[in-house]
């Protein structure tokens, strides 16, 4: 009895100083933030590996791949995306030598040809995510400029409202776009560099309509009620498509990668199954074998893209 009512007390006093601690270090955090704003945040030191990748960063290919990454909406900077296809040329390498029998440095070459590849590859069929991000929170946007209009709020106001409810990364590009304005920029010309960093068909419809209601005048809040409705059936007309062609395009990425995980797995089981592909006339026809797959690839690719 008494070894059970102390458990239940070790128990309970330990559930409190978990509390206790877990309040304190909120407390703590909070404050933290708050000496932050008063007086800046303190510098930290960083380690050897930080401070190359920051370095990296700053490069003009680092800076070239940072843009990259916007484009394809991919949120890592350079340094850590490089790191990561770093790591996935170890693993690749080690997953070759262990379960396919390729062994060093033939395992290495092909893991760097895969990660590049990949890389190359994801930055090709990502290239246009950022405007499609971009053009799924148009009819928001819209919206937002609708509303506060329609209240009395001019342009201006609104493009602040919008830096401040909307998600990224539109939310990034109305806030440089209004940085702007509150700069004292031309209206015209802080239209003008935000249609040059978003270059898609919507967006420049979008900023037509808005320079010439500006100087024409009429009905804005209307217009862009209007746009905003007709962008939300395009969204959604763009998704059903997606939705019927789901299964095609899947296809086009599981058609060049099935036979080379099947040679790799015969290569396993039979020594020297992958030699003839590499002496002869087994050599025209690994290359006809790659261009027939990457000719399938495109070719269902294109098929699949369906644009309205």
């Known amino acids: 009895m008494i070894i059970s009512i ?78 990561i296809l770093l790591l996935g040329v170890s693993v690749t390498a080690l997953l070759l030598n262990s379960f396919f029998s390729i062994k060093f440095p033939i395992n290495l070459i092909i893991s760097i040809v895969l990660m590049e590849m990949v890389r190359r590859g994801l930055f090709l069929i990502r290239k246009n995510k950022f405007q499609e991000r971009m053009n799924d929170q148009l009819p928001e946007i819209c919206r937002i400029l609708a509303n506060s209009t329609r209240s009395g709020m001019t342009l201006t106001q609104g493009i602040g409202i919008c830096a401040q409810e909307l998600n990224e990364p539109a939310k990034d590009e109305f806030r440089r776009l209004y940085g702007e304005l509150q700069l004292g920029v031309d209206f015209n010309r802080a239209l003008k560099n935000l249609e040059k960093r978003i270059p898609s068909r919507e967006f420049k419809l979008f900023i037509a309509s808005l320079l010439i209601q500006k100087h024409a005048g009429g009905n804005m809040h209307a217009v862009l009620d209007e746009m905003g409705q007709t962008l939300e059936e395009r969204k959604l007309l763009l998704q059903e498509i997606k939705t019927m062609t789901a299964e095609q395009r899947y296809i086009a990425y599981i058609v060049p990668v099935l036979p080379i995980f ?47």
């Open 6 to 83: 102390l458990y239940s007390l070790a128990v309970l006093f330990a559930l409190w100083s978990a509390y206790n601690l877990l309040g304190y270090r909120a407390s703590k955090k909070e404050w933290g933030n708050r000496v932050s704003k008063w007086f800046g945040s303190r510098n930290t030191r960083k380690s050897f590996i930080l401070i190359l990748g920051d370095k990296f960063d700053e490069t003009k290919y680092g800076k070239k791949t940072n843009l990259q990454l916007k484009r394809a909406n991919i949120q890592l900077m350079p340094s850590e995306f490089y790191g």
């Open 262 to 308: 099947l040679l790799l797995i015969m290569n396993n089981l039979v020594d020297g199954f992958l030699d003839p592909l590499f002496s002869g006339i087994g050599i025209i026809l690994l290359g006809l074998f790659v261009i027939g797959t990457l000719l399938s690839f495109f070719l269902v690719k294109k098929v699949t893209d369906i644009r309205v």
